[in-house]
């Protein structure tokens, strides 16, 4: 906890004086599942309003990496600075708290509840989460709880999936699964946004449109973004800043989409030698 | 029309299947209402049950055809169902006809009250956090043992004895956490088993334990002269009336007290936070909640909603001992209520109690027919319905039941002997165990399921779902573009803002 509140308040002291540039920075992280070595010194940095893309084969090891970096999965070494501070090892909910949030390929929502439920658990810093506060402080939580439900009403809007508000999580479709995905981790106001393949299963115009809308987001709200992507075509289309190839639990082409679309690396990593 | 007929929710998809069983329960309702009609309001089965309780029945079974025909997720039918099914069980109580109905009438009052506090522990760490806990008795017997102990070997005054209970339970609960943090749902459970064996053992061996019987030299293991709150002033202020009648208030207070403190943590964003794990606790945890915390807490609180329904039993039985404890007779009741009355929802954790209760002292006042009926000595008598059902019954409680729980059947033991003593007390065990089966069959989610959280707003916003028709999302109607109000329900249309861009 001491840990936590330092690390805060180095990120409120650099917020106003120094213009960091490099926010995110991992360096030699390492995994092994038994036999196979997922990840083999995987290093990427992130810099501020910036879109990255994470791109490679199947079983590169792309998933791997969101998961050790966030904390849902133990590493077996390497370093993670989260504005310029050691984060790594530290369990997930404490880098979510430094402004770090992710989505799942799988989107594991929460599916026995309902769409607008799922999206009000997100927000950080509310009242009402503690137990005494549930209890005594009734009328200032659904004064809160009021503006969570507002907010969760303008991202399912953004999102055009208002009318599925009411409806099980299990009951929505495979796109729309992937909205509320998406609209949950903008709901609880990240910093860094690790997104997991946010547009597989989703309709082609639609999913343009929501990487136009990641877009207008890094404007508005200086969010930095690492996407992980499958379909190589789709995000050098996108607008992305700048791409990391990975193959083999390695970052073997790190350029701009121009320079990546010509690279040969990539295309031995994608095709075979 | 297609599409929005398939947006419809789901309740609405699986309506012929929900009503295909009310025509089935419809039917059985009937048949009690032919019987009734048939024998003129006199059967009894065994010559114990009396047939107003399988009107009862019937009336349980029409309230359930009627709360089959709405959506039972939605609160107020929720709140309908409820209501009904307690009158329905209240009648029940009432109509029982007894040599003393006080203590009729108290005992069932006071049992619900205590089965009730428990599920409603259960509810806590089952059905809001998804901890499986096979180990109620374990925070029932914390109560339970510190309130007597305190209280009959120490005279402390029952309340404190009760407070020092819930308040041990709830640190325990606390403790509980930290060596089960990494259990998931299957391991967690053997956990809780493992203490709930663990307390009556212990009960069974330790000799702080035990109470001493003067007359008889030996010690036997138990607490003995527990006394219940106010006694003194109860019988003071009214000598002609039994003490259960305070204990019933008290224990009935208890009971909605608990029932607020477990609703106003379930529609809180604490409540949430538990729910969310209930689903998929990684998950939680990446979106910034420490689950240990939550865990902990959820644990302390549930482990001192039971100690309270275990203070409340201490009270009434009077003296405790460890047979109390056996799984058969608390655990498993409790997972029974829990899953008849719908996880996840504290009105049905009181009528699963309720239920549990009934059955219970089905199973207690029961007694075997004699064991000469048959149906040829049945034609003598002056009525033919009841001896006939006795004939049937003593089959299969015999017969059959010897066939499976003894080395040879009742009739080919012995042919003549009307007066063996047969325990029936195996029936409440089979009853309840087919209840769970056909309840976790039929009614997957409980008489009254959880309520999804649906919040009100006096608007809607909708988007274009496609070329000029808006969606209205409460009741899925389709209006034009521009509208103000939805034409089906009534409510103020926003458009939203991706629609106006």
């Not at chain 1, 430094?98 to 009242?127: A, C, F």
């Not at chain 2, 048939?38 to 009107?55: A, E, L, Q």
């Not at chain 2, 689950?291 to 902990?296: L, T």
């Not at chain 2, 109390?324 to 009528?351: D, E, H, Q, R, Y």
């Amino acid at each position: 906890m001491r840990f936590l509140r330092q690390a805060n308040h180095y990120f409120e002291k650099f917020k106003g004086v120094i213009k960091l540039t490099n926010i995110l920075e991992i360096n030699d992280l390492t995994k092994r599942f038994g036999g196979i070595q997922a990840l083999d010194g995987v290093s990427l940095n992130l810099n501020e309003k910036e879109i990255v893309g994470l791109i490679g084969p199947n079983g590169c090891g792309k998933s791997t990496t969101f998961n050790v970096m966030s904390g849902v999965m133990e590493g077996d070494g390497g370093s993670v600075m989260l504005y310029g501070e050691e984060v790594y090892g530290l369990p997930s909910d404490q880098i979510n708290r430094l402004g770090m949030s992710r989505t799942y390929q799988d989107t594991r929502l929460w599916r026995d509840l309902t769409v607008i439920e799922n999206l009000m658990l997100p927000p950080k810093n509310q009242l009402g989460v503690k137990v005494l506060n549930s209890l005594f402080t009734r009328n200032r939580i659904k004064k809160e709880e009021k503006e969570i439900l507002e907010k969760a009403y303008d991202t399912l809007d953004l999102l055009e999936i208002t009318h599925m508000a009411n409806h099980y999580c299990s009951e929505l479709s495979g796109g729309q699964s992937k909205l509320v995905d998406l609209g949950r981790v903008l709901m609880s106001d990240p910093k860094i946004l690790l997104l997991d393949e946010p547009v597989a299963g989703v309709a082609g115009p639609l999913a343009e449109k929501i990487f136009e809308r990641i877009g207008t987001l890094r404007d508005e709200l200086g969010l930095s973004v690492l996407i992980i992507e499958h379909n190589m075509d789709f995000i050098l289309q996108q607008g992305v800043d700048r791409v990391f190839v990975m193959s083999n639990g390695r970052v073997v082409v790190e350029g701009t989409p121009s320079e990546i679309q010509q690279s040969k690396t990539v295309i031995e990593a994608y095709l075979g030698e | 029309m297609s599409e929005v007929e398939s947006d419809l929710p789901s309740q609405d998809r699986s309506k012929t299947y929900l009503e295909r069983n009310a025509i089935i329960l419809y039917l059985v309702f009937i048949a009690f209402l032919l019987l009734t009609f048939i024998s003129k309001g006199t059967i009894s089965i065994g010559r114990s049950i009396d047939i107003s309780g399988f009107n009862v029945a019937g009336l349980l079974g029409s309230l359930i055809v009627f709360a089959w025909k709405f959506d039972r997720k939605q609160p107020h039918i929720s709140n309908i169902f409820t209501i009904g099914l307690v009158s329905a069980f209240l009648v029940l109580v009432v109509s029982r006809d007894s040599a003393n109905p006080t203590i009729w009438i108290t005992s069932i009052l006071i049992s619900v009250s205590i089965f009730g506090l428990m599920a409603i522990g259960l509810n806590l760490h089952t059905g809001m956090t998804g901890m499986v806990n096979f180990g109620v008795i374990f925070f029932v017997g914390i109560g339970a043992v510190t309130t007597g102990l305190l209280n009959s070997k120490y005279g402390v005054d029952p309340w404190i004895s009760l407070t020092t209970g819930i308040v041990i339970a709830m640190v325990v609960g606390y403790l509980t956490a930290f060596p089960t943090i990494r259990l998931r749902a299957d391991y967690f459970a053997i956990v809780t088993i493992a203490l709930g064996e663990i307390l009556r053992i212990v009960l069974n061996v330790e000799t702080t334990l035990r109470s001493r019987t003067e007359s008889s030299g030996i010690s036997s293991p138990g607490i003995a002269n527990i006394r219940g709150p106010w006694l003194d002033v109860w019988e003071n202020a009214f000598p002609d009336r039994p003490y259960l009648v305070l204990l019933t208030i008290i224990s009935v207070s208890l009971l909605a007290l608990g029932f607020v403190l477990s609703e106003l943590i379930l529609n809180s964003p604490f409540g949430r936070v538990l729910k969310t794990i209930r689903e998929d606790e990684d998950v939680v945890q990446s979106y910034g909640y420490n689950v240990f915390q939550y865990k902990a807490l959820i644990l302390a609180i549930g482990g001192g909603v039971m100690a309270a329904a275990g203070g409340v039993w201490a009270w009434w039985l009077g003296s405790i001992f460890p047979d109390f404890m056996l799984p058969t007779s608390s655990t498993f009741l409790v997972w029974a209520a829990f899953v008849i009355g719908g996880k996840g929802n504290n009105k049905g954790m009181i009528i699963g109690a309720a239920f549990i209760t009934y059955i219970e002292l089905i199973s207690r006042t029961i007694t075997p027919p004699p064991a000469n009926v048959s149906f040829r000595t049945c034609v003598a008598e002056s009525s033919f319905v009841v001896c006939s059902m006795d004939v049937v019954f003593r089959f299969i409680v015999l017969d059959i039941g010897g066939l499976l729980f003894g080395s040879s059947s009742y009739t080919t033991a012995t042919r003549n002997a009307s007066n063996i003593h047969i325990d029936v007390n195996f029936l409440r065990l089979i009853v309840i165990g087919l209840i769970i089966l056909l309840s976790m069959r039929y009614f997957t989610d409980g008489l009254v399921p959880e309520e999804p959280f649906r919040p009100k707003i006096d608007y809607f916003r909708s988007s274009t779902t496609f070329e000029g028709a808006l969606r209205c999302q409460f009741c899925n109607q389709l209006n034009q573009v521009g509208a103000e109000v939805c034409v089906s329900c009534g409510k103020r249309i926003i458009t939203s803002k991706s629609s106006k861009e």
